[in-house]
C-alpha cells in the first residue's frame, strides 16, 4: 500500500493507452488475420487472400474486392471507436456485422508496422497510408484496383515483453489456418485463399458450397460420412453437418459453431449436441458436428467478449433445444448404421512393405503406399479421381439392382396398405458434392435368418445384411420400458409369489434418501424391513427376478443421498447404469424369442444403440459382399 501512498491520478498518454487497449484485442498473430477478414467480410467482398510469413508475426498480407475505404475517412479509421458498422447505441440490439466497435485497425496499428491501400468504385485512384507504432509517416494517393490491402509487419516490435509470450512459428501458423479453414465453410460464397510462407496451402471455388469446401478443406473421409440437415423454428434456422454416432473423435476438435456467420465458442451449443448424441456415444467419445445457426440478431448478445468469441443467447433454453432436437430426428435413419467396409476387412497397414508376390504395376496402384507418396495438398486435387471412381462404382450398382428395387417398390407399396403407422425417416446423405435426400428404413422390413455364436441375430433387407447385438438390443429395450415406466402414472407390476429380502449395511441404509419412492416410480413395491432390510413385494411386468434383484442390488449400492432424482437426466443416467441385467451374450434364444426381441427393438426411440453408446447392429452391403468375392 505504501506505493500507492501520495500518487496522484492522472490521464495515460495516447501511445500508453494505445497500447494497453491493443492488449485486448491483439493477443497473437491469429487475433489480427480474424479481424481483418472479419472487415472483408463486412466490406461484401466476393475474394480475400490471405498472406502469412513466419506464423505471422513478421508478415500478415490480407487483400479483398470489398467496398474500399472513402479517401476522407483512412485516417478517422486508425482511431479508437471509429466505426462504419454502427451509429447510435440501439444498432447494438440488431447487430447484423461481423464488427463494430472500431477498435480492431488503432489496436492493430499501436504494436506493428501497418500500410493501407484502399480504394472505392467511385474513386479514380486509390490511397496509400503507412503508420507505425500508431503514427501515420506516408500518406498518398496511388493506383490500385477496387477493394483494400492492409499489410502488417514486425508485430510487437515496440512491445518487446510481449514477444516473449510468442509460440513457435509452426503453433502461430497453425491457429491462423485453422481459423480461415472454418470461415471457409460458414462463406462458401466467397473466394478464399491462403499462402503460408509462400506456399498456397488451399484456394476456395467460391461457388456457395459448403460441401465442396468441406471436401477441399478437410478430407472426403470425413465428408463422406456426415448427415446434412436443414431445420427451421420461429426465427432460427439451422444447417448442420453432423456424424453418424459410428463415426466419432476422441475431443471435441471436429465440432464448430457458427452463429450469424460469426465462429463462436458456446456451452449452449456443446450442450446441445451432446444431448443429441445421449445413449449413442460411448463415455469419451465426441461427434463430429457443423452448425450454422441463423437467428434474429435482437435474440442475441454479441458484444459480451472483447474478441468477440462467444455470443449469449436471449432463451438459451430454446437454442439448445433446438439444436438438439434437430439433430436427434435426423440421426434416426439407417445411415447411423455401422456399416462394414471392404477396405475394413482387407486393407494393408500403410506401414507394411510392399507385396512381394504381386507385380510392380500392381504394387504402385496400392492405393495405401499412394497414401504415404502423396502430400496433403496432392491429396486434395485427387480428391476428383475418388469421386469419379465413386460415382462410377454407384451406377454400377444401380444397373445390376434395378430389377430387384422396381419389384421392391410394388412390396412396399402393398405393405403400406397394411402397415398405416410405417415410419419413414428423412435425411440427407452426402454423395459427391450434393446431399441426396431421404432414405428410408423399417426395422419391420428385415427379415430374420437366424443367429450365430449364441450373440448375434443375422437378418438380411433388400440390399443389406444385419448383425444384430441381442445383448445391446436388449438393453436397449429394458431401458426403455423402465423408463417409460417411471413416467407413466400406472405402473404394470407382477406380485412375487416369495418376497424378496434385501439386506444391506447400515450406512447404506442411512444414505438411501428417496430411493424408495424412486423404485416405486419404476413399478417396484419396496419396503423397509428391519433395521437393515427391505422387502420387495411386486416388480415391474417385464422384469425377471433374478434381474429385479440385481437391478435393487445395483441402486442401493451406488446411489448416494446426494443422487438428484427429480432431475430427469439424471434418472436416465441412473437407470442407463443400471440396466445391467438383459440377454447376454452366448444366451441361445429360439425364434420366437428372436421374433420377440425384434419387434421389442423396432418399437423403441432409438435401436440403433444400448443405452451406453454401443451399436446394437451393424450391415454389410450387398455391394460389399459382392466386392469381397469379387463379382463386381
Given at each position: 500500500?505504501?506505493?500507492?501512498?501520495?500518487?496522484?491520478?492522472?490521464?495515460?498518454?495516447?501511445?500508453?493507452?494505445?497500447?494497453?487497449?491493443?492488449?485486448?484485442?491483439?493477443?497473437?498473430?491469429?487475433?489480427?488475420?480474424?479481424?481483418?477478414?472479419?472487415?472483408?467480410?463486412?466490406?461484401?467482398?466476393?475474394?480475400?487472400?490471405?498472406?502469412?510469413?513466419?506464423?505471422?508475426?513478421?508478415?500478415?498480407?490480407?487483400?479483398?474486392?470489398?467496398?474500399?475505404?472513402?479517401?476522407?475517412?483512412?485516417?478517422?479509421?486508425?482511431?479508437?471507436?471509429?466505426?462504419?458498422?454502427?451509429?447510435?447505441?440501439?444498432?447494438?440490439?440488431?447487430?447484423?456485422?461481423?464488427?463494430?466497435?472500431?477498435?480492431?485497425?488503432?489496436?492493430?496499428?499501436?504494436?506493428?508496422?501497418?500500410?493501407?491501400?484502399?480504394?472505392?468504385?467511385?474513386?479514380?485512384?486509390?490511397?496509400?497510408?503507412?503508420?507505425?507504432?500508431?503514427?501515420?509517416?506516408?500518406?498518398?494517393?496511388?493506383?490500385?484496383?477496387?477493394?483494400?490491402?492492409?499489410?502488417?509487419?514486425?508485430?510487437?516490435?515496440?512491445?518487446?515483453?510481449?514477444?516473449?509470450?510468442?509460440?513457435?512459428?509452426?503453433?502461430?501458423?497453425?491457429?491462423?489456418?485453422?481459423?480461415?479453414?472454418?470461415?471457409?465453410l460458414a462463406y462458401p460464397q466467397i473466394?478464399?485463399?491462403?499462402?503460408?510462407?509462400?506456399?498456397?496451402?488451399?484456394?476456395?471455388?467460391?461457388?456457395?458450397?459448403?460441401?465442396?469446401?468441406?471436401?477441399?478443406?478437410?478430407?472426403?473421409?470425413?465428408?463422406?460420412?456426415?448427415i446434412h440437415l436443414k431445420e427451421e423454428?420461429?426465427?432460427?434456422?439451422?444447417?448442420?453437418?453432423?456424424?453418424?454416432?459410428?463415426?466419432?473423435?476422441?475431443?471435441?476438435?471436429?465440432?464448430?459453431?457458427?452463429?450469424?456467420?460469426?465462429?463462436?465458442?458456446?456451452?449452449?451449443?456443446?450442450?446441445?449436441?451432446?444431448?443429441?448424441?445421449?445413449?449413442?456415444?460411448?463415455?469419451?467419445?465426441?461427434?463430429?458436428?457443423?452448425?450454422?445457426?441463423?437467428?434474429?440478431?435482437?435474440?442475441?448478445?454479441?458484444?459480451?467478449?472483447?474478441?468477440?468469441?462467444?455470443?449469449?443467447?436471449?432463451?438459451?433454453?430454446?437454442?439448445?433445444?433446438?439444436?438438439?432436437?434437430?439433430?436427434?430426428?435426423?440421426?434416426?435413419?439407417?445411415?447411423?448404421?455401422?456399416?462394414?467396409?471392404?477396405?475394413?476387412?482387407?486393407q494393408f497397414r500403410s506401414s507394411d512393405?510392399?507385396?512381394?508376390?504381386?507385380?510392380?504395376?500392381?504394387?504402385?496402384?496400392?492405393?495405401?503406399?499412394?497414401?504415404?507418396?502423396?502430400?496433403?495438398?496432392?491429396?486434395?486435387?485427387?480428391?476428383?479421381?475418388?469421386?469419379?471412381?465413386?460415382?462410377?462404382?454407384?451406377?454400377?450398382?444401380?444397373?445390376?439392382?434395378?430389377?430387384?428395387?422396381?419389384?421392391?417398390?410394388?412390396?412396399?407399396?402393398?405393405?403400406?396398405?397394411?402397415?398405416?403407422?410405417?415410419?419413414?425417416?428423412?435425411?440427407?446423405?452426402?454423395?459427391?458434392?450434393?446431399?441426396?435426400?431421404?432414405?428410408?428404413?423399417?426395422?419391420?422390413?428385415?427379415?430374420?435368418?437366424?443367429?450365430?455364436?449364441?450373440?448375434?441375430?443375422?437378418?438380411?433387407?433388400?440390399?443389406?445384411?444385419?448383425?444384430?447385438?441381442?445383448?445391446?438390443?436388449?438393453?436397449?429395450?429394458?431401458?426403455?420400458?423402465?423408463?417409460?415406466?417411471?413416467?407413466?402414472?400406472?405402473?404394470?407390476?407382477?406380485?412375487?409369489?416369495?418376497?424378496?429380502?434385501?439386506?444391506?449395511?447400515?450406512?447404506?441404509?442411512?444414505?438411501?434418501?428417496?430411493?424408495?419412492?424412486?423404485?416405486?416410480?419404476?413399478?417396484?413395491?419396496?419396503?423397509?424391513?428391519?433395521?437393515?432390510?427391505?422387502?420387495?413385494?411386486?416388480?415391474?411386468?417385464?422384469?425377471?427376478?433374478?434381474?429385479?434383484?440385481?437391478?435393487?442390488?445395483?441402486?442401493?449400492?451406488?446411489?448416494?443421498?446426494?443422487?438428484?432424482?427429480?432431475?430427469?437426466?439424471?434418472?436416465?443416467?441412473?437407470?442407463?447404469?443400471?440396466?445391467?441385467?438383459?440377454?447376454?451374450?452366448?444366451?441361445?434364444?429360439?425364434?420366437?424369442?428372436?421374433?420377440?426381441?425384434?419387434?421389442?427393438?423396432?418399437?423403441?426411440?432409438?435401436?440403433?444403440?444400448?443405452?451406453?453408446?454401443?451399436?446394437?447392429?451393424?450391415?454389410?452391403?450387398?455391394?460389399?459382399?459382392?466386392?469381397?468375392?469379387?463379382?463386381?
Amino acid at each position: 500500500m505504501e506505493l500507492l501512498e501520495n500518487k496522484r491520478i492522472m490521464e495515460l498518454p495516447k501511445h500508453v493507452a494505445d497500447k494497453i487497449a491493443a492488449g485486448e484485442v491483439v493477443d497473437r498473430p491469429l487475433s489480427i488475420v480474424k479481424e481483418l477478414v472479419e472487415n472483408s467480410i463486412d466490406a461484401g467482398a466476393k475474394s480475400i487472400i490471405v498472406e502469412i510469413k513466419n506464423g505471422g508475426k513478421s508478415y500478415i498480407r490480407v487483400t479483398d474486392n470489398g467496398s474500399g475505404i472513402e479517401k476522407q475517412d483512412v485516417d478517422l479509421a486508425f482511431k479508437r471507436h471509429a466505426t462504419s458498422k454502427i451509429k447510435n447505441a440501439s444498432d447494438l440490439d440488431h447487430i447484423c456485422s461481423l464488427g463494430f466497435r472500431g477498435e480492431a485497425l488503432a489496436s492493430i496499428a499501436a504494436v506493428s508496422r501497418v500500410e493501407l491501400i484502399t480504394k472505392t468504385a467511385e474513386d479514380k485512384s486509390g490511397i496509400r497510408i503507412k503508420i507505425e507504432g500508431g503514427e501515420v509517416l506516408e500518406k498518398e494517393d496511388t493506383g490500385c484496383p477496387e477493394g483494400t490491402t492492409i499489410l502488417i509487419e514486425d508485430l510487437f516490435f515496440n512491445t518487446p515483453a510481449r514477444l516473449k509470450f510468442m509460440k513457435p512459428d509452426a503453433t502461430e501458423s497453425t491457429l491462423i489456418i485453422d481459423f480461415i479453414s472454418k470461415m471457409t465453410l460458414a462463406y462458401p460464397q466467397i473466394k478464399i485463399r491462403l499462402i503460408n510462407n509462400g506456399n498456397i496451402l488451399f484456394s476456395t471455388a467460391g461457388k456457395g458450397d459448403i460441401y465442396s469446401n468441406m471436401l477441399t478443406i478437410y478430407s472426403k473421409e470425413i465428408g463422406d460420412k456426415l448427415i446434412h440437415l436443414k431445420e427451421e423454428q420461429e426465427q432460427m434456422t439451422l444447417e448442420a453437418f453432423v456424424s453418424a454416432p459410428n463415426n466419432s473423435k476422441t475431443n471435441r476438435k471436429s465440432q464448430i459453431f457458427f452463429v450469424n456467420g460469426r465462429y463462436i465458442s458456446s456451452k449452449i451449443m456443446d450442450n446441445a449436441v451432446t444431448d443429441a448424441y445421449l445413449e449413442k456415444l460411448f463415455e469419451g467419445r465426441y461427434p463430429i458436428a457443423f452448425l450454422f445457426l441463423q437467428i434474429a440478431p435482437e435474440k442475441l448478445d454479441v458484444n459480451i467478449h472483447p474478441n468477440k468469441k462467444e455470443v449469449r443467447f436471449e432463451n438459451e433454453r430454446l437454442i439448445r433445444d433446438f439444436i438438439t432436437d434437430s439433430i436427434r430426428r435426423n440421426l434416426q435413419s439407417k445411415e447411423a448404421i455401422p456399416e462394414i467396409k471392404e477396405k475394413n476387412l482387407f486393407q494393408f497397414r500403410s506401414s507394411d512393405p510392399v507385396r512381394k508376390d504381386l507385380p510392380q504395376s500392381q504394387n504402385a496402384a496400392d492405393p495405401n503406399q499412394q497414401e504415404i507418396k502423396k502430400s496433403k495438398i496432392e491429396e486434395q486435387v485427387d480428391i476428383k479421381k475418388l469421386l469419379f471412381e465413386q460415382r462410377r462404382q454407384e451406377q454400377d450398382l444401380e444397373q445390376a439392382a434395378e430389377a430387384e428395387k422396381q419389384r421392391s417398390r410394388q412390396v412396399e407399396e402393398a405393405e403400406e396398405v397394411y402397415l398405416p403407422d410405417r415410419k419413414v425417416i428423412e435425411i440427407a446423405e452426402i454423395s459427391d458434392t450434393k446431399p441426396r435426400i431421404k432414405s428410408e428404413f423399417d426395422m419391420r422390413e428385415l427379415s430374420v435368418t437366424g443367429s450365430i455364436f449364441g450373440t448375434y441375430i443375422t437378418a438380411v433387407d433388400e440390399n443389406s445384411f444385419y448383425l444384430i447385438d441381442q445383448h445391446a438390443a436388449h438393453e436397449r429395450i429394458f431401458y426403455e420400458q423402465l423408463l417409460a415406466q417411471y413416467q407413466k402414472q400406472d405402473k404394470i407390476q407382477q406380485l412375487i409369489l416369495t418376497p424378496i429380502v434385501v439386506n444391506v449395511t447400515h450406512a447404506i441404509k442411512n444414505d438411501t434418501g428417496g430411493m424408495l419412492d424412486f423404485l416405486g416410480n419404476l413399478g417396484f413395491q419396496i419396503e423397509e424391513f428391519g433395521p437393515t432390510a427391505y422387502i420387495v413385494k411386486a416388480i415391474p411386468i417385464f422384469m425377471e427376478l433374478e434381474g429385479a434383484k440385481e437391478f435393487i442390488d445395483y441402486l442401493l449400492d451406488n446411489i448416494s443421498e446426494e443422487a438428484d432424482l427429480e432431475n430427469q437426466k439424471k434418472i436416465s443416467a441412473i437407470i442407463t447404469n443400471a440396466c445391467k441385467k438383459a440377454v447376454k451374450a452366448h444366451d441361445v434364444l429360439d425364434k420366437q424369442e428372436i421374433d420377440r426381441l425384434m419387434a421389442d427393438l423396432a418399437k423403441t426411440k432409438n435401436p440403433y444403440s444400448c443405452p451406453h453408446g454401443r451399436p446394437t447392429f451393424i450391415k454389410l452391403t450387398k455391394y460389399e459382399l459382392e466386392k469381397m468375392f469379387k463379382r463386381v
